[in-house]
Nanobody, 113 residues
């Protein structure tokens, strides 16, 4: 059974940092294009960042602030988020894209003073 477990969210002040983690079981993340998405209240889910074969891609809104990485030995993907802004508030989801897609359950990130 495939499972992606998202963790690391929380409440942080503007300018702060968080590191999200996505732990996988049942699949090898190294075989997938991995991504982080987010969905704010009342908005559509949007792509934040992807990583595949060492290449990374970021939404313009997070370039220079967020970094996606993967640890194939631990079968995990991370999203380091720095200089957080209130507009980054959302539920963040890990995604494994291959012959089919798998999703984590989401982790809430709230940026507020």
């Amino acid at each position: 059974q495939v499972q992606l477990v998202d963790s690391g969210g929380g409440l942080v002040q503007p300018g702060g940092s968080l590191r999200l983690s996505c732990a996988a079981s049942g699949i090898m993340l190294s075989l997938y294009v991995m991504g982080w998405y987010r969905q704010a209240p009342g908005k559509q889910r949007e792509l934040v960042a992807t990583i595949s074969a060492g290449r990374t891609n970021y939404a313009d809104s997070v370039k220079g602030r967020f970094t996606i990485s993967r640890d194939n030995a631990k079968n995990r993907v991370y999203l380091q988020m720095n200089s957080l802004k209130p507009d980054d508030t959302a539920v963040y989801y890990c995604n494994a894209h291959g012959l089919r897609d798998y999703w984590g359950q989401g982790t809430q990130v709230t940026v507020s003073s």
